[in-house]
């Protein structure tokens, strides 16, 4: 009954407070100059595989513009929006979103209930556009803890989205890095006892096989909005290899403008993985990937 009820309020939430206009991505041609400028881009490096971003500064964003705080996690679907659509257009394969983590559990039961209304509800609304956009929806997390009409809706666009290969949209739902490395080790654990593994092979592989992003490379490119010089519980095995970029920008002012520039800042970088720099091949890239370095 309770669950029920939430999920009716947060329903209610997403229909009064949060109306959504539609994804576009690509299927609104760029403006002449965006397009220039993503060609140049793809130019003049490598254009990271996997893109992961905390997403902060909504909350300080509202309070700048005299509102509360769901006033920020409200415009902040719009930098979703453009920055799913501008990566899918420079060709990054999977873009990892921070959108909820368990320590989020913790604020006001009214704020949480708004952003469960805003990423779970709105993406529901917007599967069919990531269908046809041939964007993968998936989540990481403990999303058994969502109502079960929310479980169910985010499920079906899922479902929905699976088969699709252009890029894949992943959000981090109630999801915290502790938690992913803590119900992988129970796992690995488990099968040990049951024989399945033998405890001398474990090793850096294995583990990664056993988190929740097993199907995901690890990210190349970490962006954290707001300015904060913190890992905030997100991706802590996955990131181990990762280039930071730290932006004073609040997130619902961040958008493809500031990605590219990310990218362009990424681009610059020797990414050495351990060797030196007589190791690295002519486009700065490291000849082993990241998850074989021991």
């Given at each position: 009954m309770i669950k029920r009820s939430l999920c009716a309020n947060l329903n209610g939430f997403a229909k009064q407070l949060f109306v959504l206009k539609k994804l576009k991505l690509s299927t609104k041609p760029n403006q002449l100059n965006d397009s220039e400028l993503q060609d140049a881009l793809k130019q003049d490096g490598c254009i990271p595989e996997h893109i992961a971003i905390i997403m902060d500064g909504n909350g300080r964003w509202a309070k700048k513009q005299g509102g509360f705080r769901l006033l920020g996690?409200?415009?902040?679907?719009?930098?979703?929006?453009?920055?799913?659509?501008?990566?899918?257009?420079?060709?990054?394969?999977?873009?990892?979103?921070?959108?909820?983590?368990?320590?989020?559990w913790q604020?006001?039961?009214?704020?949480?209930?708004?952003?469960?209304?805003?990423?779970?509800?709105a993406l529901r609304v917007e599967a069919n556009?990531?269908?046809?956009n041939n964007i993968r929806l998936?989540?990481?997390?403990?999303?058994?803890?969502?109502?079960?009409?929310?479980?169910?809706?985010?499920?079906e666009a899922i479902d929905l989205t699976k088969d699709n290969d252009r890029m894949t949209l992943c959000l981090a739902l109630?999801?915290?890095?502790?938690w992913d490395i803590t119900q992988a080790v129970q796992k690995i654990a488990t099968d040990a006892k049951k024989g399945i593994i033998n405890p001398e092979e474990?090793?850096?592989?294995?583990?990664?096989?056993?988190?929740?992003t097993a199907q995901i490379p690890d990210p190349d490119l970490i962006i954290r909005t707001s300015g904060e010089f913190r890992i905030s519980?997100?991706?802590?095995?996955?990131?181990?290899?990762?280039?930071?970029?730290?932006?004073?920008?609040?997130?619902?002012?961040?958008?493809?403008?500031?990605?590219?520039?990310?990218?362009?800042?990424?681009?610059?970088?020797e990414r050495r993985f351990g060797k030196i720099s007589d190791q690295i091949n002519q486009k700065g890239q490291a000849l082993n990937s990241p998850r074989n370095v021991s």
């Open positions: 996690h409200k415009q902040g679907v719009e930098s979703v929006r453009d920055i799913t659509e501008s990566c899918a257009q420079l060709g990054v394969k999977f873009l990892t979103l921070y959108a909820f983590s368990t320590e989020n604020r006001p039961s009214v704020e949480v209930k708004g952003l469960m209304s805003i990423l779970v509800h556009t990531l269908n046809k998936q989540s990481i997390g403990q999303t058994d803890r969502f109502p079960e009409n929310c479980q169910r809706e985010l499920q109630s999801y915290s890095g502790r474990i090793d850096d592989q294995l583990v990664s096989d056993y988190l929740t519980n997100f991706l802590l095995w996955q990131l181990a290899y990762s280039e930071f970029y730290i932006t004073d920008t609040f997130w619902p002012d961040f958008r493809r403008n500031e990605l590219y520039q990310a990218i362009r800042n990424f681009q610059k970088r």
